[in-house]
């Protein structure tokens, strides 16, 4: 709070107070410095884990989840890992995405459409199609 009442002091637009643990701390927070404040919720961490929606209704102006997408990759490396380690006495594996999901997911499908601009003629040269189709 100390450091958040100085950068309020020396101009800045908002601020983002770590660990508020709770809903009492985080209006208390917003009140006292009187600033946009963001919220920064790391599931399993210090501050209580909200929605979007009630974090707004405590006065915050926006929040992150940063640890969201990287929980979510290791839960997805180790399911992956054990279907493999099963597939070893059970049977094969099942598809997690199918072929061409993976494709579009990955950019494949917009690189093959570019690759076809610059195929070889018949007379063994690459001749670039324009916007004009020539």
Same mark, same amino acid.
């Given at each position: 709070?100390? #450091?958040?009442k100085e950068f309020k002091r020396i101009g800045v637009d908002a601020v983002?107070?770590?660990?508020?643990?709770?809903?009492?701390?985080?209006? =208390?927070?917003? /009140?006292?410095?009187?600033?946009?404040?963001?919220? $920064?919720?790391? %599931?399993?961490?210090?501050?209580?884990?909200?929605?979007?929606?009630?974090?707004? %209704?405590?006065?915050?102006?926006?929040?992150? *989840?940063?640890?969201?997408?990287?929980?979510?990759?290791? /839960?997805?490396? =180790?399911?992956?890992?054990?279907?493999l380690k099963e597939s070893m006495t059970v049977g094969a594996p099942s598809?997690?995405?199918? *072929?061409?999901?993976?494709?579009?997911?990955?950019?494949? $499908? /917009? *690189?093959?459409?570019?690759?076809? #601009? *610059? /195929?070889?003629?018949?007379?063994?040269?690459? &001749?670039?199609?324009?916007? $004009?189709? &020539?």
């Open positions: 709070m100390t #450091r958040a983002f107070i770590e660990a508020l643990p709770d809903r009492e701390s985080m209006m =208390r927070a917003v /009140k006292e410095i009187d600033l946009p404040t963001f919220a $920064n919720i790391i %599931e399993g961490g210090m501050t209580e884990n909200l929605s979007a929606k009630d974090l707004a %209704e405590l006065g915050m102006c926006a929040v992150a *989840y940063p640890w969201r997408l990287v929980a979510a990759r290791v /839960k997805s490396i =180790r399911e992956a890992l054990e279907s598809t997690i995405l199918g *072929y061409s999901e993976i494709c579009e997911a990955v950019g494949f $499908n /917009k *690189y093959w459409e570019g690759e076809e #601009r *610059y /195929k070889f003629q018949e007379d063994n040269l690459v &001749h670039p199609v324009t916007a $004009n189709g &020539h």
